[in-house]
Structure formats: structure tokens, C-alpha cells
């Protein structure tokens, strides 16, 4: 019995597994990947700190050569027609100072504004509800609108002031009652009521109107029609909808054209001489007639127009800017904000050790 226990135990002494030695066991592929894994990190440490040092590094910057080119290109004829300007001396600069702001220029400088400021807006009034007129599912309105911009866009603007002017050849006398009656409540002489300024006034507002109107009726449809039926869903009256909705996203359609025609409403005014209403064109031409300095008068007149097309330019940047909210991302920079940009970026950059260790510090 004693014997048979004793073969069991040694069988079982020689079936079992030796344990492994500890050089296998610090050899295996766990071991080495936990290893591994401890070393990783204090090698990635270094790795950033040699990264974060960017005193070795050289700054190259863009290359830009044909930019280059053309902008000296652009700079010799620049100053070309610069110097030419100063020392060509039948410009008459000298002339063009003396008579830049005489009191008669300056008087009829404030004719030609009074001529844009009260045709503009007289015109944009009429040209808004000739649109609706358009828009209208009214027959009679669209016709009506149609016809008037189609007549108002197809004669010149030279012929219309001719037309208004002589209005009293066709009507003696302008009258206000009742129709089909002898009933009157006003009634004046044709040629006393229509002035050369109330010509003048009249056929640039109604030209004005007709080229407005278009414009006004294209901005308008420019808005998406899911605008209007949003606000619809919602409830919202029409009158608001028209106002809060439709026309301040309109505007920003409406204002680049629109302030193209001011502009050309000012340039518009000089036809106004035919008439031979004092304003600046008028007066420059009464000037040089006289005293035969043609070229620096008319240099006087260039550079006001300028001065005012330059002005309004800078109110319809600002005014375009305005509406732009909720159309971009961002507003598009003034100029002050485009020079302090520019002028930010194009500094020098001095990587100094200094730098390098507030960089390091906020990372």
C-alpha cells in the first residue's frame, strides 16, 4: 500500500511544470509591452520640448514675384500721370485754385445738391410705389407701371427737360377740380408754375422714378418667397412682414444700384444747363465764356463732382455694411480696421528667447 503511493506522488512530482526562469519571465512580450508603454511618455515629453523650440528655425517668406511686377508696373505710370499733372503748366493749377471756391461756383455747388438731394428723393418715393404698382395683382396698377417706366426709360433725359419746359405751348393754364365739370380749385398759368427749376426738378424725379422702380421691384423679388410664407405661417401681419421681412433683406440688392443712380443723378444735374438754371455745370460755362480759361473751369467742375461722388461712395459703404448683419459671417472691415491689419501683419516679428517662454508658459 505504502509502496503505490509513493510511484503516485513521484508521477506526479515529474508531470508538473517547472517554473520559469525570471530572465523568461522579464523577457516576455507582456512584460516588454508594459515596458514600452512606461518609456513612451517620457520620450514624448522630450520630443515636445525639442518642438517647442523655435529659436533654430528660419522664417521664409512667400514669394509673390508677379505681384511684384505689376505693382511697380502700376507705380511708374502712377507717378508718370503724377508728374505730368504738376509740371505741365496748361493745367493752370494756380487758376483752378482761384476759382475752386468763388462764391458763384460755390452758389451753383448748391444748386446741383439741392437738384440731386430733392429729385432723389422725390424720385425713390415715386419709384417705391410704382414697384408695388408692378408687383400689384392689380391689371390696371401693372399696366399703369409698366407704361410709365417703359415711356420714362425710352426717351432721353435731355429730351424730357425740353418737354417740361414747354409745357405751356400744349396747356396754358393748370388747373384742379372736378372733372367733366366747371367746378375749379386751383387753377395757375402753365409757364408761371413750371419754372426752370421746377422743369428741371420734374424731369429728373420722373426719370428718376422710372430707372428707381426697377430697382426697387428687383430687390424685392430677390428675397426667397419662403420668407413671406414663414411669416405668413406665423401670423404676422402684412404690413409687417413688408417692413421687418421683406425690404431689410431687400436692401442689400436695392442699395449698390441705387446709390449707382445717385451718383449718376449728380452727374445727371449738369444736363440742366439746357435749361439754363445757374448750377455748378451752368456756371462753370457763364465763367469761361467770359474769361476764356476753358480747361481750369472745367477742371473746377471735374473736381467738385469728384468731392461729392466721393462722399456719397463712402456713405454707401458704411450703409451696405449695415445691412449686411445676418448675411455674413462677418462684417466686412472699414478701412481704419483694413489699415490697422495690414499694418499688424506686416510688422516685424523678433523671436526672442523672451517670446518663446510666454509661448511656452500660456501652452
Known amino acids: 500500500m505504502s509502496s503505490a503511493a509513493t510511484t503516485v506522488a513521484q508521477s506526479a512530482q515529474q508531470s508538473a511544470p517547472e517554473p520559469a526562469p525570471a530572465s523568461a519571465v522579464a523577457k516576455s512580450p ?5 515596458q514600452g508603454a512606461a518609456a513612451r511618455p517620457a520620450a514624448e515629453d522630450a520630443a515636445a520640448r525639442r518642438a517647442a523650440d523655435y529659436s533654430g528655425y528660419k522664417l521664409v517668406p512667400a514669394r509673390h514675384p508677379w505681384r511684384w511686377v505689376g505693382t511697380v508696373v502700376v507705380a511708374l505710370g502712377v507717378v508718370a500721370v503724377a508728374w505730368s499733372l504738376a509740371t505741365n503748366p496748361r493745367w493752370e493749377w494756380g487758376m483752378v485754385a482761384q476759382w475752386f471756391t468763388a462764391q458763384s461756383v460755390v452758389n451753383g455747388l448748391v444748386e446741383t445738391l439741392k437738384l440731386t438731394a430733392i429729385s432723389g428723393a422725390l424720385g425713390f418715393v415715386l419709384g417705391f410705389i410704382l414697384a408695388l404698382m408692378r408687383l400689384s395683382a392689380s391689371p390696371l396698377l401693372l399696366s399703369v407701371s409698366w407704361t410709365f417706366s417703359w415711356i420714362f426709360r425710352s ?209
Open 30 to 34: 507582456t512584460a516588454a509591452t508594459a
Open 155 to 363: 426717351t432721353p433725359l435731355l429730351v424730357q427737360m425740353l418737354l417740361w419746359y414747354n409745357l405751356g405751348y400744349l396747356y396754358e393754364k393748370i388747373s384742379l377740380g372736378i372733372p367733366f365739370t366747371d367746378i375749379r380749385f386751383f387753377e395757375v398759368q402753365t409757364t408761371t408754375l413750371i419754372s426752370q427749376f421746377a422743369a428741371a426738378v420734374l424731369g429728373l424725379t420722373l426719370n428718376q422714378a422710372a430707372y428707381s422702380a426697377e430697382i426697387i421691384r428687383g430687390g424685392i423679388l430677390s428675397v426667397d418667397q419662403g420668407q413671406l410664407e414663414a411669416a405668413a405661417a406665423l401670423g404676422i401681419p402684412a404690413w409687417r412682414r413688408s417692413t421687418r421681412i421683406v425690404l431689410p433683406q431687400a436692401m442689400r440688392a436695392i442699395l449698390p444700384t441705387a446709390f449707382n443712380e445717385i451718383i449718376g443723378l449728380v452727374k445727371g444735374t449738369s444736363i440742366v444747363y439746357v435749361l439754363a438754371y445757374s448750377e455748378l455745370f451752368y456756371t462753370v460755362q457763364v465763367i469761361y465764356n467770359r474769361t476764356q480759361q476753358v480747361l481750369p473751369l472745367l477742371l473746377v467742375a471735374t473736381l467738385w463732382y469728384v468731392a461729392i461722388t466721393s462722399v456719397l461712395s463712402v456713405f454707401q459703404y458704411y450703409i451696405e455694411r449695415h445691412y449686411s448683419k445676418g448675411a455674413v459671417r462677418n462684417l466686412p472691415l472699414t478701412p481704419l480696421q483694413k489699415a490697422r491689419k495690414f499694418f499688424a501683419t506686416h510688422a516685424p516679428v523678433n523671436f526672442d528667447r523672451a517670446n518663446l517662454d510666454r509661448a511656452k508658459d500660456a501652452r
